[in-house]
Nanobody, 118 residues
């Protein structure tokens, strides 16, 4: 499985961005995809995840501002980010998790930079 993230960029505080992450390769029907972020000097943190069934989980600080969604037909997950704040500046990483009878899969994308100016 390979992940290709896109959609990052520079935006002013209060603005919006939409990140996309497309998965390719041998995709298991049952999987979880999500977004994590890492700011300089900080550990990588969870932003939001969504299962193939549509169940979502958000970090508390992102609730109400960020929305995760997915298109299973396109094996793509999205992160709509609204009312962005300077503290949202980070590299955002896409992640894919799946479990098969024989193995577990934990795949990370290359990251996309989000910069929010004040």
């Amino acid at each position: 499985v390979q992940l290709q993230a896109s959609g990052g960029g520079l935006v002013q505080a209060g603005g919006s961005l939409r990140l996309s992450c497309a998965a390719s390769g041998s995709i298991f029907i049952l999987n979880t995809m999500g977004w994590y972020r890492q700011a300089p000097g900080n550990q990588r943190e969870h932003v939001a995840t969504i299962t193939s069934g549509g169940s979502t989980n958000y970090a508390d600080s992102m609730k109400g501002r960020f929305t995760i969604s997915r298109d299973n037909a396109k094996n793509t997950v999205y992160l709509q980010m609204n009312n962005l704040k300077p503290e949202d500046t980070a590299v955002y990483y896409c992640r894919y998790n799946a479990v098969s009878p024989l193995s577990q899969y934990d795949i990370w994308g290359q990251g996309t930079q989000v910069t929010v100016s004040s």
